[in-house]
Nanobody, 125 residues
Framework: QVQLVESGGGLVQAGGSLRLSCAAS????????MGWFRQAPGKEREFVAT????????AYADSVKGRFTISRDNLKNTVYLQMNSLKPEDTAVYYC??????????????????WGQGTQVTVSS
């Protein structure tokens, strides 16, 4: 069992930066693949980034590649999403997700077993 709580969302101007955090409880975190997804109003939830339990092979959506960085600290049971050069189209609710022993390249919402409640990110133009 993994419980996830996101934080760090807010309002930022285009070109700015935010760092989202996802704090996890439960012993399964250190062996879980973690992912970030986002959902804008009227749109489906979409993949943003993923990182396996060892922190090695990360993957990103093309729309955020080169601007966002996912990382994790297994000692702190936390996964991060550093978002730079933000654009208005990045506006969405951002969700953290986990799947124990998930391996690499988990990019579909259905791949994940546990979800946080989400944090709002709004980018103004």
């Amino acid at each position: 069992q993994v419980q996830l709580v996101e934080s760090g969302g807010g309002l930022v101007q285009a070109g700015g930066s935010l760092r989202l955090s996802c704090a996890a409880s439960g012993r399964a975190f250190s062996t879980s693949t973690m992912g970030w997804f986002r959902q804008a109003p009227g749109k489906e939830r979409e993949f943003v980034a993923t990182i396996p339990w060892g922190g090695g092979r990360t993957a990103y959506a093309d729309s955020v590649k080169g601007r966002f960085t996912i990382s994790r600290d297994n000692l702190k049971n936390t996964v991060y999403l550093q978002m730079n050069s933000l654009k208005p189209e990045d506006t969405a609710v951002y969700y953290c997700a986990a799947v124990p022993w998930g391996g690499n390249m988990r990019t579909r919402p259905s791949d994940y077993s546990y979800w946080g409640q989400g944090t709002q990110v709004t980018v103004s133009s």
